[in-house]
């Protein structure tokens, strides 16, 4: 291990993005620390977040002198850094294939399962107001085109860049968990059986239990 220092994650627990360096952190069984970051406090994020992250979001990590900031290079530095599983494929070509998921997650997926259909049709009537029907429509399509993408690239799994669980995991479950919450969502999964075989496996991990988002469903 880098260090002896416990590393800091600074970020909300309700966040996707922060959930996976949180699942990263569990998988590898390093003890850490969550600093809860209200990103979204009238007048938007505290000046002394906005040092740590100068973009304002979450999550934000420290351990000793490291600083960084951006999900995924998180969660690569908690594999290299620390003892434990490995956390990434050990040939070129495996580690491409979590790469490129972990890219398709963030690039197309993230956006359309959560914010799209999750936050409209969950999250929505939770806070208030009418889920807007005309976005949710519109991402399905874009939704299924993830889903049939992924479950592609999984050639075969049962974890989503091979064998063995992966970085990739860590970043695809908390979006998954949420999408599959909304009823669009379970719907669309069921006909992506190794997807949804994945994400039940997945929700019986320690460390998903361990990190489990105060949004989630019971």
Do not use: N
Not at 7 to 35: F, H, I, M, N
Not at 100 to 106: A, E, K, M, N, P
Not at 190 to 209: C, D, F, I, N
Request: proline letters at 9%; one cysteine or more; charged letters at 20%.
């Amino acid at each position: 291990m880098i260090g002896a220092d416990r590393p800091t994650v600074y970020g909300a627990a309700y966040s996707v993005y922060v959930r996976a360096v949180r699942l990263a952190l569990e998988e590898k069984g390093v003890p850490y620390r969550l600093v809860e970051v209200d990103v979204f406090a009238p007048g938007g994020p505290p000046p002394e977040h906005r040092r740590r992250h100068p973009f304002g979001r979450i999550p934000a990590f420290a351990h000793g002198d490291v600083q960084l900031y951006e999900s995924a290079a998180i969660e690569r530095y908690v594999d290299e850094a620390f003892s434990g599983p490995p956390l990434q494929p050990a040939d070129p070509a495996g580690r491409a294939r979590m790469t490129q998921i972990i890219g398709v997650l963030d690039a197309y997926a993230y956006r359309t399962l959560v914010w799209d259909i999750f936050v409209e049709r969950v999250r929505a009537p939770q806070q208030g107001r009418a889920a807007d029907e005309a976005r949710i429509v519109a991402a399905l399509p874009k939704a299924e085109t993830c889903l049939a993408a992924l479950g592609e690239l999984m050639a075969g799994g049962p974890f989503l860049a091979g064998p063995a669980l992966t970085l990739a995991d860590c970043h695809a479950a908390p979006s998954f968990i949420y999408f599959r919450m909304a009823a669009e969502g379970a719907a669309l999964l069921g006909r992506h059986p190794l997807l949804a075989t994945w994400l039940s496996a997945m929700k019986e991990r320690p460390s998903v239990v361990a990190t489990r988002s105060p949004l989630e469903a019971r």
